[in-house]
């Protein structure tokens, strides 16, 4: 069939032209501009492929009898064309060109295939960052699809993606010549190779995991997850600081169910991933600078042997605390040793050395990253103490999310790191909780020095919220541990540590840019001495010692609570939903201080003014409750308003001792 006079043959159009241009558009998208012209050569790819559309879509009519491969190539540059507007400011005119693509009836080839499904993931992850997840998943859904027929061609067929022998069958018979002409095209320009097609089914994974966790569907997302990163360790296609930092969520979302035994997983991926990759790194250095690779190490040698002196000097605990208390002091003085001891030891210096060895491969992430590992390791240590507080101390039935290897899915298993320990060796359920006060002291020795070295990169100038949400989860490390201490001085001292990381930022923070910090840290402080006072009083000492507990306690829910007034100085009618429980539990606690301590002031009036004070607390708490319906708090406003007929008749009985001995 011979083409119109004014154009050239298709067949050489397609050779001369098509392919050229398409060709030269990849290798422009390909180019990082300058920040100044961030999208220049994007814009001149876009434009080469609608010029090359256009000329395209005259052969229409001028080959009336080729309509569909014809249709094809416009086809093709269109999505060619809407994927490079996708990576610039021009999204809108990208997503329209690649709709327009994927409308094309394509051929059931490879080629096709691995194009449509480049297609497909790139509206998925459009539409996912716009929060549009259902649309997002329409797409990822397809390009999931997609993937599953290039897999399944390639094993009827024997082919790989990269072999291009079967292509474009469903072409018109009567067209032979163009038929050919159509194939080398997709050999030389078009097909997606095996690593490819791989790389784009990782990236429908990765948008897959983030759609199902904007859902809710928290276990599938973790799914989606923990594939994607899988199958990056197995392409090695991935950037450290990314994959350490999902791996790191995911253990977070493990955490978050007491699947203890899977978050400790998670992060011996990433140990044993960081291990490896630094490695490598190293050898890499040394092959091309033995000298610069010999005094780098050097360099990094110092630091980790400082970190390793630190924490081998305590055991892997704090260091002394500055009042030169340290409530453990006598626990590391004795000279006897059992089996279990040893054993302990050993295992805690087993760990230091891990901790040692991984030093130099966290100088080499991001500093966010570095500090994120070291916050994940310590969290893993400390929601396993507080698991064990729960179920030891509390005595509260503790829930897993996975209960044995046999809960977790395969896919949910990094194959792709061989020297990963194995689930079953894991500890599951109670078996990873501590039961006594030794192995709640080693959970608390392992997880401080790790937020204590993610403060020197979470500082209080700069990150104020990430630095203020350690400082709370080491208090409650030490809380945490207080829970299976029996002597009563060693719990009180570990409760005053807990204020000495806090009690320097009351005040400090600004109400009106943190008033959610600036309120917690008050009522932190307020249950610290609350806690202080409560043991005191339950240990028998002296009543002037738990009365000033108690006073500061007052001291600090008096401040949390005055933060809710507003401008006429009265507090609200009802707070915001997630303080309200808070509001309630700092009421009812600081009449309850209030009304313990009266007896510690030797002015009389003084005394009757607490008691009047606990009382006024305690009818806030039975009003609120009553105003608001809070059904959840019926029990506490109950006792609260008991309370404040006991109290006010009490009162009542000592103003009139007052007046008869005034009298008389």
């Known amino acids: 069939m011979d083409a119109a006079p004014s154009l050239p043959k298709f067949e050489d159009f397609v050779v001369d032209t098509l392919l050229k241009g398409i060709k030269e558009a990849r290798r422009l998208r390909a180019i990082i501009d300058e920040e100044s012209e961030p999208y220049k050569s994007n814009y001149a790819a876009a434009d080469m492929l609608q010029s090359l559309e256009e000329q395209t879509a005259a052969y229409l009519a001028a080959e009336p009898g080729c309509d569909d491969p014809i249709k094809q190539c416009i086809a093709r540059c269109q999505l060619e064309r809407g994927l490079v507007l996708l990576e610039t400011d021009l999204t809108a005119d990208g997503q329209k060109a690649v709709e327009q693509g994927l409308e094309h009836n394509w051929p059931a080839t490879i080629p096709s295939y691995a194009i449509l499904q480049q297609g497909s993931n790139a509206l998925g992850g459009l539409w996912c960052g716009r929060e549009e997840f259902d649309t997002s998943l329409r797409y990822l859904k397809a390009a999931s699809d997609l993937y599953d027929k290039i897999k399944a061609l390639s094993s009827s067929s024997g082919n790989t993606p990269a072999d291009l022998s079967a292509v474009s069958a469903n072409v018109a018979a009567e067209t032979p010549e163009l038929q050919n002409q159509l194939s ?5 320009a078009f097909a997606a190779d095996a690593e490819q097609v791989e790389q784009q089914y990782t990236t429908t ?63 011996a991926a990433v140990e044993l991933m ?18 610069t690779s010999r005094l780098q190490q050097e360099q990094q040698q110092e630091p980790a042997d400082g970190s390793v002196e630190v924490v081998n000097s305590s055991n892997g605990s704090t260091a002394r605390e500055k009042d030169g208390q340290d409530p453990h002091q006598a626990d590391r003085q004795q000279p006897d040793s059992t089996p279990a001891a040893d054993a302990s030891s050993r ?72 020297d990963l320990p194995q689930l079953s060796d894991l500890p599951w359920g109670d078996d990873a909780l501590a039961k006594a006060h030794p192995d709640a002291l080693q959970l608390y ?39 299976f201490e029996s002597d009563p001085h060693k719990r009180c001292v570990m409760h005053r540590n807990r204020a000495k990381l806090l009690q320097d930022l009351e005040g400090e923070l600004s109400p009106t840019h943190y008033p959610g910090l600036s309120r917690s840290i008050s009522l932190e402080l307020g249950n610290i ?49 997630e303080m309200e429980q808070h509001f309630i539990n700092a009421a009812f606690c600081l009449a309850r201080v209030l009304q313990s301590s009266s007896g510690a002031h030797k002015d009389p009036r003084a005394s009757a003014a607490a008691v009047e004070q606990a009382i006024y607390w305690l009818n806030t708490v039975v009003q609120y409750v009553n105003r608001n319906k809070v059904t959840c708090h019926q029990e506490e406003a109950q006792l609260a308003q008991e309370m404040a007929e006991l109290l006010t008749e009490k009162l009542a009985l000592t103003h009139g001792m007052q007046r008869q001995l005034a009298s008389s």
């Open 347 to 418: 295992n805690q210096q087993q760990k230091n050395s891990a901790k040692a060895r991984l030093q130099p491969a966290l100088q080499c992430l991001d500093g966010d990253v570095a500090a994120n590992v070291r916050l994940a390791f310590a969290k893993l240590h400390l929601y396993t103490l507080v698991a064990s507080h729960d179920c030891y101390v509390e005595q509260r039935q503790v829930h897993y999310s996975f209960n044995s290897p046999s809960d977790v899915p395969e896919v949910l298993r990094f194959t792709a790191l061989e």
């Open 274 to 291: 960081l291990l490896q990759w630094h490695s490598k790194q190293q050898q890499q250095v040394s092959a091309a600078a033995p000298e």
């Open 184 to 188: 080398r095209v997709w050999e030389e």
């Open 205 to 267: 994974l990765y948008y897959m995991a983030q759609v199902y966790g904007y859902a809710g569907d928290k276990l599938r997302s973790a799914s989606y997850c923990a594939a994607t990163l899988n199958r990056q360790l197995k392409e090695g296609a991935l950037d450290v600081n990314d994959w350490v930092q999902n791996c790191l969520q995911l253990s977070g979302y493990f955490l978050d169910g007491n699947a203890f035994a899977l978050s400790q997983y998670c992060c």
């Open 529 to 577: 001495y609350r806690e202080i006072g409560d043991i005191k009083a339950a240990a028998g000492r002296q009543p002037d010692k738990v009365a000033a507990a108690g006073l500061s306690a007052a001291k600090h829910y008096q401040l949390f609570l005055n933060s809710f007034k507003g401008d006429d100085g009265n507090l609200p009618d009802k707070v915001e939903p």
């Open 445 to 483: 020795q392992q997880a401080l020095p790790w937020f204590k070295e993610a403060l020197q990169y979470y500082k209080l100038e700069g990150w104020v919220t990430e630095h203020c949400h350690i400082l709370f989860e080491m208090s409650n490390s030490y809380r945490c541990l207080a829970g």
